[in-house]
């Protein structure tokens, strides 16, 4: 059994720098790698490296990001303090035969072994097929897309919309569904993890306890990843991402802790906070740019809090502006909880002053900026919104929660006014409340004839269970929240959207039993939505 050689390892986090030349050096197709201030053996690897498969996101006209994490015995094992050298190669035949890009990269322990290789120099809208090398083990091989060319015109984009994937809830049969969905893109809108133990009625167990510490959250995102059909998922195209709060803690705002269950040991929550972004830059095919202060802007505690850039744009040709956004970094506490508790609660709006101060955020004032100037470009025929919840109203009775855009009225105002701005047709997606919510953004929800500014797709969970619900409650909801004109929430399952010059279908797919790990699919409902006319209309 072949061991890895001593090598000079330094303990100062990873700069922006070394990130960004960790990226590119290898994406320029150099024969060797390289390592700050060290240098390093090849390793051989005695088994499988590429437990966790392999993944793509990130996409532009001309490159991509291409992911896997070398983690050859299990779970909770791993390599070690040395780096691994991966060979990676781009393709445009699965067999590997015509050869488009190769070069090698390192996997370092400070990053818990993963690879993030930021290809360029490829062909706008163009599929591409992948696969990575270490030692005498070959990866999965995985099918990825470049962006069309800045300005193209583009007859079709077809996405998937999914969150919320509990893994002691449900199996992901969804997700080898969705890996069969001829998709161009996924659009992942938070809850990739879920921090907590002892569900009741699990279906299968999360290994490990409390996620709090690094150790923890790479752990957790690592029996995620071992699934096989999200596997098949991640491999079928490139992902796009933002996430909500249970990549750290049931319902954190910004810097400050959520809610915290009795069993829930108490921690240093800044650090906790900063050991769940570089769990989740570790795991995601993202580039290395999104860690705005690299490593150092995570563990140094006299710096700024950590920060990931998570919030993004992607443009499709003429066809569609894709907005990804943050709704939990930036966000300002929930006010009027009982008892000052942190976290959620539901509230009687009339009874709380503080819910209208207009200088709460739910995106902070740079991201705000930065929408209001995304949406108020008129290069695209369509502008899509992926963000973790509902946009509209959705209360039961004259209560409602303050975790949400509900208790954000204000930001919402803000929101609906850079909307209101665009001059494409709108579409909304969301997460979060495990439900199929299916609807029309209103410039004022007050007025039943209030102009639509946008239709809103607010999808189910993967395997997250929803709040119990009979279908005389959801339509009782309904009919209290007209702008809506579905809601169903029994069934698991993601959404898939097609745009046209012409027009929007999405179509809701739903699993037939959660509890199956082979089971089959079904749709529940089809929607259509006409360019420059947001009515939705179901088919």
Known sequence: MNKYSPSK???????????????????????????????????RISANPFTLGVASGSPTPDGVVLWTRLLPSGLFAA???????????????????????????????????SVHVEVTGLEPDRWYFYRFHAGDFTSQTGRTRTLPAPGAKVDKLRLAYASCQHWEHGYYSAY?????????????????????????????????????SLSDYRQRYALHKSDADLQAAHSACPWLFTWDDHEVQNDYAGETVGFSRAAEPSTDFPKRRAAAYQAWYEHMPVRASVLTKALAGLVDRAAQPAEVRVYQSVRWGQLANLMLLDPRQYKDPAVCNQADRPGSAVIDPKACAPLNDPARSMLGKAQENWLAQQLSDKGTAWQVLGQATLIGPFAASNRISNDGWDGYPAARERLLA???????????????????????????????????????FCGT????????ATREVMDARLAKNPHYVFAENEKRGYGVCELTPAGLKTTLRVVDDVTKSDSGISTLASFAVQIGKPAVERI
């Open 461 to 468: 969970s993967i395997t997250s269970r929803p709040t119990p």
């Open 176 to 212: 080898r569904h969705l890996a069969q969905e001829q998709l161009d893109l996924v659009l992942f809108l938070g809850d990739y993890i879920y921090e907590y133990p002892g569900t009741p009625n699990a279906l299968r167990t999360a290994s490990g306890n409390w996620v709090q």
């Open 418 to 456: 850079s909307l209101a701005n665009s001059s494409a047709s709108n579409v909304v997606l969301g997460g979060d409340v495990h439900a199929n919510w299916v609807g029309h953004v209103k410039a004022d929800y007050s007025k039943p004839r209030s102009k639509v500014l946008a239709s809103e």
């Open 9 to 43: 390892r330094s303990s100062t986090p990873l700069s922006r720098r070394d990130l960004l030349k960790l990226a590119t050096t290898s994406a320029a197709g150099a024969s060797g790698v390289w390592w700050p201030g060290a240098s390093w053996a090849q390793a």
């Open 79 to 113: 390599l070690g303090v040395e780096s691994a050298s991966v060979r990676w190669e781009v393709a445009h035949d699965d067999k590997f035969q015509r050869m488009v890009k190769q070069g090698t990269s390192q996997a370092t322990a400070q990053l818990a072994h």
